[in-house]
């Protein structure tokens, strides 16, 4: 899969590109990873990429040439911008972009980009929530840090991204290491009793019990089997 990302600040992206799923996945050949610098592509000696808006009002808007230029050298991919205004980014969104072969990320600053941008684009507008930051290209990053360790091999165990938080909806169960007990606190011993179908649905069910608690609304749309469904009946019934 390919990523490439357009800022005009693409210093941000070395430690993404020199450490953690990205990193392994470039090295591993599985994802191949692009910066560019829109500054390469302004069209005056001072390597402008914004100006002052028509109309007036504060702060400074995107230029569209050099976004245009820049998008013409890439020539190609799936155009993301990133901004407060699009759909809410999440699990779906990270799955329907991983199909893809290739994405490109637009890292507006300031007041956003000249709206001939959208106009000759037709760009694809994600937002990581409702707040505003000062650039696109964090977001950027965690999403594509999310839709990377969802390509075939890029993380080591593909079983753990199935189990993440809202793979299927759901949040995740809890997890434990070593030590069996530590301050007082135990292990649940179901996880120590080596029984692997209890163990199983034991997180099932805390996976449930987690999701009702603190993200029902969830449950409206989770893909639950029969056993799920049971499940989150017994414990409503609790109450």
Request: hydrophobic share 40%.
């Amino acid at each position: 899969m390919r990523i490439d990302f357009v800022t005009i600040f693409p210093k941000m992206f070395e430690p993404l590109l020199a450490e953690g799923v990205i990193a392994r996945g470039i090295g591993k050949g599985l994802l191949d990873v692009r910066v560019w610098d829109l500054r390469d592509y302004a069209t005056d000696r001072h390597r402008s990429t914004d100006d002052e808006a028509y109309g007036g009002g504060p702060g400074m808007v995107m230029l569209a040439e050099p976004v245009l230029r820049c998008a013409e050298a890439i020539g190609g991919g799936s155009v993301i911008m990133t901004s407060p205004q699009g759909r809410v980014f999440d699990q779906n969104a990270a799955r329907e972009l991983a199909a893809r072969e290739w994405i490109v990320f637009l890292c507006g600053r300031y007041e956003g980009f000249d709206h001939r941008v959208h106009e000759a684009l037709q760009p694809e507008e994600l937002s990581i929530g409702d707040f505003v930051v000062s650039g696109g290209e964090l977001p950027a990053m965690l999403m594509a840090d999310a839709v990377g360790r969802m390509i075939e091999g890029v993380v080591g165990n593909s079983g753990s991204v199935a189990e993440d938080s809202f793979f299927n909806g759901l949040l995740d169960y809890p997890h434990y290491t070593r030590p069996e007990e530590l301050r007082g606190m135990r292990v649940p011993d179901i996880l120590l009793s080596g029984h692997h179908e209890k163990i199983r649905k034991w997180r099932k069910e805390q996976a449930l019990r987690a999701t009702a608690k603190k993200r029902p609304d969830l449950l409206e749309t989770a893909s639950l089997d029969d056993e799920g469904r049971k499940m989150l009946k017994g414990m409503r019934d609790e109450r």
